[in-house]
């Protein structure tokens, strides 16, 4: 009897190994089955990409460029997964509306033909300016762009507030009877925007040469801008301007060609070495 128990007593914790042991196995089975059949293809799925160097994303067979690299689409500072979306790039509509925009005003600010008034850029800055930039900025959140989305909506945002300025029936220059204290308001104004740009800069400085050759122009011009609000002096304002609108044209124009499967020609951005 004595024997028999003293068997029983050794046997259990054979028994015990052999059970934890199969448990063990049948938890690796499963995880194994579940990570095969039910974890999403890297390269099927709808919201997967898989990235081939920094800031290179391949989808839908076409081939967008982040920050570190030298063409495709508005830069994206952001180092994470990349997203994949079934909509265009809307980086060169967004660029033309900028530049565009832009360009008016700023030949207003040097007083071309003798043009002091920049009350025709009214249309401008709310529909191409203000409206077009919104939207490639909203077109650009799916994309999981986070500058673009950023830097446009916020630009939009920009002339359209600064067209209902000078649109009579919202009373803002009415409300300033002393000059003065309307330049100053306008001074103000532009520093904040001077600033916004300035953040801009630093997410791309150093990382492509044509974006921060635009938002370095931008900068100046926006510093001039609202140093001329004191001084009244606005032609170097509407001289930065203008070189900032004909960066983003390139920068539009570069990105239009580097969408098509066989565009003529391509137009390099450039990248730090």
């Known amino acids: 009897m004595l024997f028999s128990l003293f068997l029983v007593s050794m046997s259990t914790p054979c028994l015990t190994d052999r059970r934890l042991a199969r448990s063990r196995v049948l938890r690796q089975n499963i995880n194994r089955w579940t990570s095969f059949h039910l974890a999403p293809s890297p390269t099927n799925h709808p919201m997967a990409s898989h990235t081939s160097e920094k800031g290179r994303v391949s989808t839908n067979n076409h081939t967008e460029y982040g920050p570190d690299a030298e063409q495709g689409g508005v830069l994206s500072t952001s180092e994470g997964r990349a997203h994949v979306s079934g909509i265009s790039n809307p980086g060169p509509m967004g660029l033309f509306a900028f530049a565009s925009t832009t360009f008016i005003l700023s030949m207003y600010n040097v007083q071309t ?31 999981g762009n986070v500058f673009g989305a950023t830097a446009f909506s916020s630009y939009g945002a920009f002339w359209m507030s600064y067209a209902t300025i000078f649109i009579p029936s919202s009373g803002i220059l009415a409300a300033y009877p002393d000059p003065n204290e309307l330049a100053s308001a ?24 044509a974006y921060t050759a635009l938002l370095s122009s931008l900068t100046v011009a926006f510093a001039c801008l609202a140093a001329a609000q004191f001084s009244g002096e606005h032609h170097a304002g509407g001289v930065f301007g203008i070189i900032t609108a004909l960066i983003a044209y390139y920068i539009g124009v570069s990105e239009m060609l580097a969408a098509e499967q066989r565009a003529v020609f391509v137009l390099p951005l450039g990248v730090w070495r």
């Open 113 to 143: 033909r003798g043009i002091a008034h920049p009350n025709v850029v009214v249309g401008m800055a709310i529909f191409a300016g203000g409206l077009t930039q919104f939207i490639a900025g909203m077109w650009e959140f799916p994309r």
């Open 186 to 209: 306008l001074g103000i104004y532009l520093t904040a925007w001077l600033m916004v740009t300035l953040f801009f800069l630093l997410a791309v400085v150093l990382k492509n040469i």
